[in-house]
Nanobody, 122 residues
Framework: QEQLVESGGGLVQPGGSLRLSCAAS????????MTWVRQAPGKGLEWVSD????????NYADSVKGRFTISRDNAKNTLYLQLNSLKPEDTAVYYC???????????????WGKGTLVTVSS
């Protein structure tokens, strides 16, 4: 059974950093594109970033480009998101999900983890 467990969220001051992790199991991690999405309080889901199966191609939403870095360790079946220069508007629950292709929309993601909450506040 597919399982995704996100971790690493927490409370951080504006300008601070966090590193999110997503531990995957129950599917062949190395064959999938992996995606991060987020949901801010009271808002819809937002695509954040994705990375191809080999880790050589990465994409970012304009809102996070230059501040966030996606990476993966296929030997550990783990996806990461480094969050730097955090802003209050980055406050959200962050989810990871596998997909068969790179894309800037939310289609094609069949299962998710429970998410990890990032709160950016002074």
């Amino acid at each position: 059974q597919e399982q995704l467990v996100e971790s690493g969220g927490g409370l951080v001051q504006p300008g601070g950093s966090l590193r999110l992790s997503c531990a995957a199991s129950g599917f062949t991690f190395i064959t999938y594109v992996m995606t991060w999405v987020r949901q801010a309080p009271g808002k819809g889901l937002e695509w954040v970033s994705d990375i191809d199966s080999g880790g050589g191609i990465t994409n970012y939403a304009d809102s996070v480009k230059g501040r966030f870095t996606i990476s993966r360790d296929n030997a550990k079946n783990t996806l990461y998101l480094q969050l730097n220069s955090l802003k209050p508007e980055d406050t959200a629950v962050y989810y990871c999900a596998p997909r068969l292709y790179l894309a800037r929309h939310l289609d094609g993601m069949d299962y998710w983890g429970k998410g990890t909450l990032v709160t950016v506040s002074s």
